[in-house]
Nanobody, 127 residues
Framework: QVQLVESGGGLVQAGGSLRLSCAAS????????MGWFRQVPGKEREFVAA????????YYTDSVKGRFTISRDNAKNTVYLQMNSLKPEDTALYYC????????????????????WGQGTQVTVSS
């Protein structure tokens, strides 16, 4: 069992920055690929970014490429999402998720493949 706790959300003006953190429980954090997803009320959950177990591979949805950076610190059991040049359309509830990786195969962008989810942290970008 892995418990995930997100933090760092808030209200920011367009063009500003926020850094989300997701702290994971347990001793096997390095065996999980980690992802960030977001959801707006009335819309489907959307993939934002993901990072492999070692941190060597990262994945982004097109709308955040060049603005968001995902990273992880396996010693601290934490994954981060640095969000720069924020836009009002980035407003959403942001979720952290963990997917157990067997061998080297995992499905970074598929929310249905993730095993554990946090409760979410709200990001609101004002225009």
């Amino acid at each position: 069992q892995v418990q995930l706790v997100e933090s760092g959300g808030g209200l920011v003006q367009a063009g500003g920055s926020l850094r989300l953190s997701c702290a994971a429980s347990g001793r096997t954090f390095s065996t999980y690929g980690m992802g960030w997803f977001r959801q707006v009320p009335g819309k489907e959950r959307e993939f934002v970014a993901a990072i492999s177990t070692s941190g060597g591979s990262t994945y982004y949805t097109d709308s955040v490429k060049g603005r968001f950076t995902i990273s992880r610190d396996n010693a601290k059991n934490t994954v981060y999402l640095q969000m720069n040049s924020l836009k009002p359309e980035d407003t959403a509830l942001y979720y952290c998720a963990a997917q157990f990786v067997y061998g080297s195969i995992w499905y970074a962008k598929a929310g249905s493949r993730y095993d554990f989810w946090g409760q979410g942290t709200q990001v609101t970008v004002s225009s």
